[in-house]
């Protein structure tokens, strides 16, 4: 190749140049305490936060962004996601998607979903299986290449669970179609090779679903679950309603419950006492009345919606650690997977959860759970710039959320605020 013509395409090739960007912010909060600081500078450089404070100089070549009248806080992150899957409700069943849709078409999926969310101010987002053959991995490291934009993924891989994956009554001649989506581990051996297997090909966590049946894990095969991810530096979330099946998780040493929609008092003390993060999934009763019910607790939405909101009302009395986790799966007309997930926070203001510890459980909580504390979850020095921005303030009304302006994702302006 031609010289000139060589440099040209490099410098067309080469990522843009990495900007410094400071960031006047008349409202910072931090979601770890429930405070707020007025007037401060926070300087992004490389993608981090270089610094914060009052008094902070602005850099020379820093590229400016007013957000002096505005709310800034860190990113929002969601712990429980499916950004590569979406039922239309009363269409088809879930398991209609595994066989009419490929992994690519999934991952395409992933890539308008994941924007949608982005754009609303979710910077973070652990996806919890339902991805078809591995596709959040490909999402994730096409995002990471930035060929396109996307939040920051964590991905479990195909969902672990005891034979049938969480298909109910199917015929035994169709066979186990499920499999694209799950792997079928019936003994603490066969949950071993499971987890071995989604490590291999890029699970950033471990997702097992425990009772989609009257058989579910013992105590000691969530226990082998739980030390396999552990030593392999990785998360145990599992999928679990209540009842027995539950205690095993807890006791078993699971990370997070994950729903937990049928958790007595009894068990969240447990998870207290134990540390088990609750995912609840705090489905709002419009949402559930729009799921096929793939079993009988699904089946009455005002019966299920009022138990959800009783259970993370006690939950909250008890201390239990939340992570905000939506598992938003439906599309309704007119309607955006972000604006979707916004309608939990009603579900948390009615159980009686401050606007502070809404936040918590959408940022610090997160960060925790994902174990990614100290990257991403608050604004200080050192962490990645994954900043976003309101005209009003969430500590005061949590809808305020709805209304995110601004979205910075590792130091990258992805929304400017008009
Ligand atoms: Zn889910």
Known sequence: ????????????????????????????????????????????????????????????????????????????????????????????????????????????????????????????????GNEADYACEDLRKAIHQGWVDGPTLQCSGKIIGPFGGQSKGMPEEVGGFWLHEYIDADTAD??????????????????????????????????????????????LAVHVYGGKAADNVIRGGADSVEHGFTLTEEQLKLMKEKGTYLVGTDFPEAHLAGLNPSNDTLADAKKLGDQIIARLNVANKVGVKMAFGSDTVTSMPGRTRADMVFDYLAVWKAAGVSNANILKAMTTNCADLLRIS?????????????????????????????????????????????
């Open 190 to 235: 066969e949950i071993r090779k499971a987890i071995h297997q989604n490590i291999y090909y890029g699970a950033d966590l471990i997702k097992l679903a425990t009772d989609n049946s009257d058989y579910f894990y013992t105590e000691d095969e969530i226990r082998a679950a739980a030390d396999e991810a552990h030593n392999a530096g990785r998360a």
């Open 1 to 128: 190749m031609h010289r000139k013509l060589m440099v040209a395409f490099l410098l067309c090739a080469a990522p843009a140049m990495a900007q410094t960007v400071a960031i006047r912010a008349g409202s910072l909060i931090d979601p770890a305490k429930g405070t707020v600081s007025k007037d401060q500078v926070i300087v992004v450089k490389d993608g981090k936060i270089a610094a914060v404070g009052a008094s902070v100089a602005i850099p020379k070549d820093a590229q400016v962004v007013d957000l002096s009248k505005e709310w800034v806080m860190p990113g929002l992150m969601d712990a429980h996601t499916h950004v590569t899957f979406e039922e239309i409700p009363g269409k088809a069943p879930f398991e209609a998607m595994y066989l009419k849709e490929s992994t690519a078409y999934r991952a395409l999926q992933g890539v308008h979903i994941g924007q949608v969310l982005l754009n609303a101010g979710f910077t973070t987002m652990r996806d919890v």
């Open 374 to 418: 100290k990257e991403r979850g608050a604004i200080a020095e050192g962490q990645y710039g994954d900043i976003i921005a309101m005209p009003g303030n969430p500590l005061e009304e949590i809808e305020s959320l709805r209304k995110v302006n601004f979205v910075m994702k590792n130091g990258k302006i992805v929304r400017e605020a008009k």
